[in-house]
């Protein structure tokens, strides 16, 4: 079975602070993608990558910053933490193989800015 | 860009009963994705639906997608608490025929009583 594992399930920090979110898959897939998850507005995607060292902007980039250095790893950074970044911060990878190219996702971040 | 509706935004059902979440989007819709959460966790991949006038079945439930590719219906037949949930579409809007980007619907949340 694909994993995709986020380093964290619940994070609590503070305004300005720099912020990492950390996502692994096991599955050696070309694609990764973080979203956002609020209520009312559902999923959004912040950016995804389709290689090592390639990422490319989704719908609110704003505020964050990302990193694939190795395949396996994506990371979200938020450079100085604010309150309205609070969310669910939802990681997913695919596979351009498979045919339907379905997202396979993590189990979230949990993040709260105080 | 593209925007899908899905309603109802939540619905509670007796155990046994049978129920249909519907998911209308703005555009053509070039591939459709169903997914289910669970509360508090990451997204578990239902079925994709490309053709118009398609339909796909996994157990109780059945996904359709009509013939004018822009609205899906999910049916779950005989609910059960296992099916309690968010379920959320997604789909392809830009016609890249991949999910590398996909919007997503608000949700549906369903409960189900015993």
């Known amino acids: 079975d694909v994993k995709v594992t986020q380093s964290s399930r619940y994070l609590v920090k503070r305004t300005g602070e720099k912020v990492f979110l950390e996502c692994v898959q096991d599955?050696?897939?070309?694609?990764m993608f973080w979203y956002r998850q609020d209520p009312g507005l559902g999923l959004r995607l912040i950016y995804f990558?389709?290689?090592?060292?390639?990422?490319e902007k989704g719908d609110i980039p704003e505020g964050y910053s990302v990193s694939r250095e190795k395949k396996e790893r994506f990371s979200l950074i938020l450079e100085s933490a604010s309150t309205n970044q609070t969310s669910m911060y939802l990681c997913?990878?695919?596979?351009?193989?498979?045919?339907?190219?379905?997202?396979?996702f993590g189990s979230g971040t949990q993040l709260s800015v105080l | 860009s593209q925007e899908l509706e899905q309603s109802p935004q939540s619905l509670i059902v007796q155990e046994g009963k049978n129920l249909t979440i519907n998911c209308t989007s703005s555009?053509?819709?070039?591939?459709l994705y169903w997914y289910k959460q669970k509360y508090g966790e990451g997204l578990i991949f239902l079925m994709m639906?490309?053709?118009?006038?398609e339909e796909k079945s996994h157990e109780k439930i059945t996904a359709k997608l009509d013939e004018k590719k822009q609205q899906s219906s999910l049916h779950i037949t005989a609910s059960q608490p296992s099916h309690a949930g968010i379920y959320l579409c997604?789909?392809?809007?830009?016609?890249?025929?991949?999910?590398?980007?996909?919007?997503f619907g608000t949700g549906t949340r369903l409960q189900v009583t015993l």
């Open positions: 997604g789909a392809d809007g830009r016609g890249t025929g991949t999910a590398s980007k996909l919007t």
């Open positions: 997913a990878s695919a596979s351009l193989r498979d045919v339907n190219e379905k997202l396979f």
């Open positions: 990558s389709y290689d090592v060292k390639m990422k």
């Open positions: 599955m050696d897939h070309e694609n």
């Open positions: 555009k053509t819709l070039y591939g």
């Open positions: 639906l490309q053709k118009g006038g």
